[in-house]
C-alpha cells in the first residue's frame, strides 16, 4: 500500500460521466482520495453523503474530493445522481486504481474503505482506514479545522 510521505501514484481513469480523470490534473491544491467498495451500500452512501454535506466548505477551501470504487460509470453515475453527490466519482471496474495503491480486497474483489488525503504537491499526508464516520471525521480535521 501506499505510504505516508510517498507520491501519490498518478492515474487516469473515468468519472461517473464517462470522461477521462486525471489525478495529476488536481496539483496545486489538496485532495481527499478515499476508495470505498460499493456505490448506493449503507456504509458508502454514509460517507458519500457526509463529503456532499460539507462540500461547500472543501471547495471553500480548495480542497478536491474524489470518491474511486470498482464500479461502472453507469453505477457510479447512478449513485452520485441519486443522492446529489457533487464531486468526482472514479470508476475503477478494471482495478488498476485500487491495485495501484494497494487497497483491493483480494477477499472480495473490490477496494477496501482507505482514505488518502493529499498536500498540493500530490504527496500523502494522512492514511485512514476504518468507519465511514471516521474517515469524515479525519478529513474534516486535516482539512477543514485548519
Do not use: N, W
Amino acid at each position: 500500500m501506499v505510504a505516508i510521505g510517498e507520491a501519490a501514484p498518478d492515474f487516469e481513469a473515468l468519472d461517473q460521466d464517462g470522461t477521462p480523470f486525471r489525478l495529476s490534473s488536481l496539483r496545486g491544491s489538496p485532495v481527499v482520495l478515499y476508495f470505498y467498495p460499493k456505490a448506493d451500500t449503507p456504509g458508502c452512501t454514509i460517507e458519500a453523503q457526509g463529503f456532499a454535506k460539507d462540500f461547500g466548505e472543501y471547495r471553500a477551501k480548495k480542497v478536491h474530493v474524489v470518491g474511486v470504487s470498482t464500479d461502472s460509470c453507469k453505477d457510479q453515475k447512478a449513485f452520485a445522481k441519486k443522492y446529489g453527490l457533487p464531486f468526482t466519482l472514479v470508476a475503477d471496474d478494471d482495478r488498476k486504481v485500487a491495485e495501484k495503491y494497494g487497497v483491493l480486497s483480494r477477499e472480495h474483489g473490490v477496494a477496501s474503505r482507505i482514505s488518502f488525503f493529499l498536500d498540493p504537491q500530490g504527496k500523502v499526508l494522512e492514511i485512514v482506514k476504518g468507519s465511514p464516520d471516521l474517515h469524515l471525521t479525519k478529513a474534516r480535521s486535516r482539512f477543514l479545522q485548519a
